[in-house]
């Protein structure tokens, strides 16, 4: 124990186990997008209208039209990059993060397709602290995933 009276074991325990959920995590994406490709179901979702209602729903959060920056938490293969692009979002940073490398790797690749104007990076990470400071931060989906209880 410290003076704090906070038990330093139990901490260092704590990070063990999340640093092995954040692993497995990944590794669960890293399989999806295997399995089923740059697809909604390679992410998870149900099929692509409902990865796009809930596209929908979190950009209008977002100014039409004025120059923002926004970090995408748990961008998967770049879908909302796309989506962006699509409803003439043009003026954006656009900052994607994943904890799959493989879901990053396949995000950088189909951004190349993306307009050459639009300012946007991808980023495997495993600490939100890693991310650059943004007007926005979006994460959907993040929370989906039941693995098994450590």
């Not at 697809?39 to 990865?51: V, Y």
């Not at 879908?79 to 879901?103: C, F, P, R, T, W």
């Not at 946007?120 to 931060?137: C, E, G, L, P, R």
Request: hydrophobic share 35%; charged share 20%.
């Amino acid at each position: 124990m410290t003076s704090a009276g906070v038990n330093q074991d139990s901490s260092f325990s704590d990070l063990v186990v999340m640093d092995k959920l954040i692993s497995d995590i990944g590794k669960y994406y890293s399989n999806k997008i295997h399995e089923h490709g740059a697809t909604p179901r390679g992410i998870n979702w149900k099929d692509e209208s409902s990865q796009i209602i809930r596209f929908d729903q979190l950009c209008q959060l977002l100014p039409h039209g004025a120059k923002i920056s926004v970090n995408d938490l748990g961008c998967g293969y770049g879908a909302l990059l796309d989506y962006l692009v699509n409803i003439n979002q043009k003026h954006i940073e656009y900052y994607g993060y994943d904890i799959s490398s493989e879901m990053v790797k396949t995000a950088k690749s189909l951004s190349s397709q993306v307009d050459r104007n639009l300012d946007h990076m991808f980023m495997q990470i495993n600490n939100a602290n890693d991310m650059k400071v943004s007007q926005y931060t979006l994460a959907s989906g993040i929370f989906n995933v039941k693995l098994e209880v450590i």
